[in-house]
């Protein structure tokens, strides 16, 4: 988005140097990728940095409130109600499109904010190659930042401390379903190498009263005490896997984030936000009545990922055809219209969202700025089913 590096760098682009960006990123994690990699970062003005930040910490602060919160705890189904529930959630994501305003300046739109990490250690890795790359580039060698700390040192620690928090890292494991297989496996091994959390697929653990161990590489039974819980709710019910625990046992261990997160900071929390940034949201058991002109609404699933059940054309029947019971799992949300921001070399236009991520350690009172992820898209909406065979499309990293 930033003019004169986005000349710069397409200037010097060509398939070689995505080529090469590649082949770094996988030889550093040891892993190949699964997900698209986009050709370019994203090149931030300071003007965007100041709108996104300001509009991340304001969506972030509305929604700690007290009331709020209790209000969107009625998400949580009882029958995954993890006892141990903290005030605020170790990380959040507030998701942003870049749009533009009437008078054609850019501008950030709440798209959808979770309770939950992303790829917290991936980002790091890819603003470090890129560093390496853009050094070689006539105009772009400077020191570039994905992070809003002071520095990259800095960021690293917030990050350890929210991760890991005052353990021995062997006695941290990264939970997921069969972590190998997950496409967001790059962040997995990226966590491992920066902060040594081993990724462990939650059937693996065994279970001792309410203490969890797990087995290392040379079969020696460790402790687990502290969970860096990366379990997709809607996954794990689907896949049928049977746990050593269930979630509302009393465990003796920490959770960062805390499960309940999942499911109170979600699509859910975004028709209690009142911000220009945040477009207007409502359950659809609470509509009065459908709107007529639908064309200028999107209809979402409360709880889904990756775009996972949004419709951006919804009509009439689609709204009427959601049951009573689930009515308050869906939201109808003002329609989004993402602005082509970033030239590729082909000349064309790019859609960019920008997700805002925030992490709360043990010992801090409120969620932290730490870092930003980008992801690009000339479809329909973001995500790889919308942008097959298109280049210059996928996941990323902002530069300022």
């Given at each position: 988005?930033h ?8 200037a010097?682009?060509?398939d ?8 770094q990123l996988?030889?550093r ?7 698209r ?27 700690s ?48 904010l ?6 917290s250690?991936?980002e ?21 930042a994905?992070?809003f ?7 690293l ?6 991760i ?19 496409k ?10 920066l ?16 203490r ?12 687990v005490r ?10 794990l ?11 509302r ?8 984030p ?7 900071w ?7 936000i ?14 009065e ?6 064309s ?6 409360l ?26 799992d869906?939201?109808?949300?003002e ?8 030239t ?5 236009g ?8 925030f ?8 969620p932290i ?6 992801r ?9 089913d ?15």
């Amino acid at each position: 988005m930033h003019p004169e590096y986005r000349a710069a760098f397409n200037a010097a682009f060509d398939d070689g140097v995505y080529a090469r960006y590649q082949a770094q990123l996988e030889a550093r994690l040891g892993c190949s990728f699964e997900f698209r990699l986009v050709e370019t970062p994203v090149f931030f003005t300071d003007d965007i940095v100041a709108k996104l930040t300001d509009a991340a910490r304001a969506v972030v602060e509305q929604i700690s409130d007290t009331a709020k919160i209790a209000e969107m705890k009625k998400a949580i189904p009882a029958k995954w109600d993890t006892p141990g529930m903290d005030s605020l959630p170790s990380f959040t994501q507030v998701d942003f499109a870049i749009c533009r305003d009437a008078d054609g300046a850019l501008e950030p739109k709440l798209i959808e904010l979770q309770g939950f990490p992303s790829l917290s250690a991936l980002e790091i890795f890819q603003r470090d190659a890129w560093s390496e790359l853009l050094a070689e580039m006539p105009g772009l060698a400077r020191e570039w930042a994905c992070w809003f700390t002071p520095d990259r040192a800095s960021y690293l620690e917030l990050a350890r401390r929210t991760i890991v928090g005052s353990h021995d890292p062997k006695e941290v494991v990264l939970l997921d379903l069969d972590p190998p297989k997950q496409k967001t496996y790059p962040d997995f091994a990226a966590t491992r190498l920066l902060f040594g959390a081993d990724p462990v697929c939650p059937s693996d653990l065994e279970r001792e009263g309410n203490r969890l161990y797990r087995r290392d590489e040379n079969g020696k039974r460790i402790r687990v005490r502290r969970i860096y819980n990366r379990v997709v709710f809607d996954e794990l019910m689907k896949s049928g896997m049977t746990l050593p625990f269930d979630f509302r046992d009393p465990l003796e261990v920490e959770w960062a984030p805390h499960p309940n997160w999942y499911w109170t900071w979600s699509k859910y929390s975004i028709p209690f936000i009142d911000h220009p940034a945040a477009p207007k949201a409502t359950f659809v058991s609470e509509l009065e009545s459908i709107p007529d002109d639908l064309s200028r609404y999107v209809l979402k699933p409360l709880f889904s990922f990756a775009g996972g059940g949004v419709n951006v054309e919804p009509t009439r029947a689609d709204i009427e055809a959601i049951p009573e019971r689930d009515r308050h799992d869906w939201c109808i949300m003002e329609k989004i219209d993402y602005a082509p921001v970033l030239t590729a070399v082909d000349g064309g236009g790019v859609k960019v969202e920008v997700r805002m991520m925030f992490f709360r350690p043990d010992d801090e009172a409120r969620p932290i700025l730490a870092q930003n992820l980008c992801r690009t898209s000339r479809g329909k909406m973001l995500g790889v089913d919308f942008n097959k065979n298109y280049t210059w499309v996928g996941g990323t990293v902002g530069l300022a």
